[in-house]
C-alpha cells in the first residue's frame, strides 16, 4: 500500500531541524527560480515547459514528495534542470544557495498555520526577507500568491516593512490582478475551479528591474 503523505508538516519538530541540506552546484550564470514549499511540483514543471532556459528548484520538507517530483523530472528527462530538494526552508535557505544566485523565489499558498498561537510557524517573516534578498541576483524578484486575505496581508505587511530592499511592482500596498508567469500550482487550479479568490503581489530587488521574462508591466 503507498505511504501516504501528510498535507503539512511541523517545521519546527526536531525532526526536521537538521536535513543534510547543502550547497546545491548550480551552472554559472544560470536563471535559477526557486519555489519555497514545491510538494508535487505542479509549477515547476509548468515552468519548465516555458522557460526552457531556467534552473527551476523547488525546496520540501516532505521526503516522498522530494522522491516523487525528482522520479517525474527523471521520467520526463528533465533533471537536473527541474528538481526538488529536502530541506526546511526556514533553517536550510541561507546555506543552499551562494549570494546573488537565485533570480526569483516563489511562494505558493504558504503557511497553513491560521491561528495566532501558530504564527510563529509562519515563512514569510523579517527574517526570511532578508536572506531572500542576499541570494537574489541584482534583477531578482519574490513572487507570493495565497488564497486566505489575513495571511496575504500579513506577508505583504513584512515585504512592505522591508521597502530599503524591496520595491513591489504594482506600487506600495498593491495586489498584482492575474498571475503573469503561465503556471499554475496544484492549489492554485483547485481555487479557479472553485472561483475562490487568489492574492497575488511581486516584489523586486530595489534599485534595479525586475526579470526579463515574461511580466507583463502592472496594470
Not at 27 to 54: M, Q, T, Y
Not at 69 to 75: F, G, K, P, S
Not at 118 to 140: A, I, M, S, Y
Not at 151 to 166: G, H, I, R, S, Y
Request: with cysteine.
Amino acid at each position: 500500500m503507498p505511504r501516504r503523505v501528510r498535507h503539512h508538516v511541523n517545521p519546527l519538530k526536531s525532526d526536521f531541524l537538521v536535513t543534510g541540506a547543502a550547497r546545491l552546484a548550480l551552472p554559472s550564470g544560470a536563471l535559477v527560480e526557486v519555489e519555497l514549499g514545491c510538494a508535487d511540483a505542479r509549477w515547476l514543471f509548468e515552468r519548465a515547459a516555458a522557460e526552457c532556459d531556467h534552473m527551476l528548484v523547488g525546496l520540501e520538507i516532505r521526503r516522498e514528495l522530494v522522491r516523487k517530483v525528482n522520479a517525474r523530472a527523471a521520467a520526463l528527462a528533465l533533471a537536473p534542470r527541474v528538481r526538488a530538494v529536502y530541506a526546511n526552508i526556514s533553517q536550510d535557505l541561507e546555506r543552499l544557495f551562494a549570494g546573488g544566485e537565485v533570480s526569483r523565489f516563489v511562494l505558493n499558498f504558504p503557511d497553513p498555520w491560521f491561528k495566532r498561537r501558530q504564527k510563529k510557524r509562519r515563512l514569510v517573516t523579517p527574517e526570511l526577507v532578508d536572506v531572500l534578498w542576499h541570494k537574489l541576483t541584482p534583477r531578482g524578484e519574490i513572487f507570493v500568491q495565497s488564497d486566505v486575505w489575513d495571511l496575504a496581508l500579513d506577508a505583504m505587511a513584512v515585504l512592505e516593512a522591508a521597502d530599503d530592499k524591496l520595491e513591489n511592482a504594482r506600487g506600495p500596498w498593491s495586489f498584482l490582478r492575474e498571475n503573469p508567469f503561465g503556471a499554475r500550482s496544484k492549489r492554485e487550479a483547485n481555487c479557479a475551479e472553485r472561483d475562490q479568490p487568489v492574492w497575488r503581489m511581486l516584489y523586486r530587488k530595489r534599485g534595479v528591474s525586475g526579470l526579463p521574462a515574461r511580466t507583463p508591466p502592472a496594470p
